[in-house]
């Protein structure tokens, strides 16, 4: 089947149906879509009526990047009405690996009333890579959401916080077996013996994922320490 052309994926972005601008999203977010071709279109969408609609373009905006993607991106964390759309696009400010994406998305983390953004904007903020997102990651730790203890998890874990390993291996013998995962995920990316001593214990844990998770960061430390 022919990819369609621009000409006819503007037409399908600017149809009374639904369905067409969904179509119409999903060529625009294919690798093989440059750019510059799917930038105009996707920022039209992102004002589109539709929840959904304006879902797939917040994270369009993460995969189709250009300089000017930040920016729409925060005005859309910040004041869109839909929480799902929200955290896409906290979401895809975490695909940009922009620096000055932090400050909103802990922003996001703090004062969103909703779990789903604030869960997407901690994952986002392990993205970033920035140690400066260490305090807003060891409060979601102590959150009651066990989510959100995930989030913050994995983040800590992409970002490589090593003197926070006493804070994560609190997690080592959680009820919740996906806490335990994400812990044994997140230890093969911190090469201190306290990783291994704990990874020991989880590759022997009752849930296979846990014991399985455990193995790959075990193989992972091995490189590293």
């Given amino acids: 089947m022919n990819q369609p052309s621009l000409e006819q994926i503007a037409a399908q972005l600017n149809s009374s149906n639904v369905s067409d601008r969904i179509l119409a999203m999903i060529e625009l977010q294919k690798e093989t879509m440059p750019v510059q071709d799917a930038y105009p279109l ?24 250009t300089p000017e993607n930040r920016s729409i991106l925060v005005s ?15 979401g895809a ?3 940009l690996e922009d620096q000055q994406a932090l400050a909103p998305l802990r922003h996001a983390f703090y004062e969103d009333t909703s779990w789903l953004v604030q869960f997407s904007a901690a994952v ?7 140690v400066q997102a260490q305090a807003v990651l060891l409060e979601a730790l102590d959150s009651h959401n066990p989510l959100l203890q995930e989030a913050a998890i ?3 874990g992409e970002i490589g916080v090593v003197n926070v390993i006493d804070r994560l291996l609190l997690f080592v013998n959680a009820d ?3 806490l335990r995962k994400r812990l044994a995920e997140a230890l093969g990316n911190l ?23 455990a193995m790959r960061s075990l193989q992972k430390l091995a490189k590293l320490l």
């Avoid at 859309?76 to 906290?90: F, G, K, Q």
């Avoid at 090469?191 to 399985?212: C, K, R, T, Y």
């Fill in 176 to 178: 919740d077996w996906m």
């Fill in 154 to 156: 994995m983040a800590l």
């Fill in 42 to 65: 996707i920022k039209q969408a992102i004002n589109d009526e539709n929840v959904q609609i304006r879902g797939m373009a917040a994270f369009s905006l993460g995969i189709k990047q």
């Fill in 93 to 95: 400010l975490g695909y």
């Fill in 76 to 90: 859309v964390l910040e004041s869109d009405p839909d929480y799902n759309v929200r955290a896409m696009a906290a």
């Fill in 124 to 130: 986002a903020l392990g993205n970033l890579k920035d």
């Fill in 191 to 213: 090469p201190v013996a306290q990783s291994q001593a704990a990874l020991d214990g989880l590759q022997q844990d009752s849930n296979p994922l846990v014991a399985e998770a």
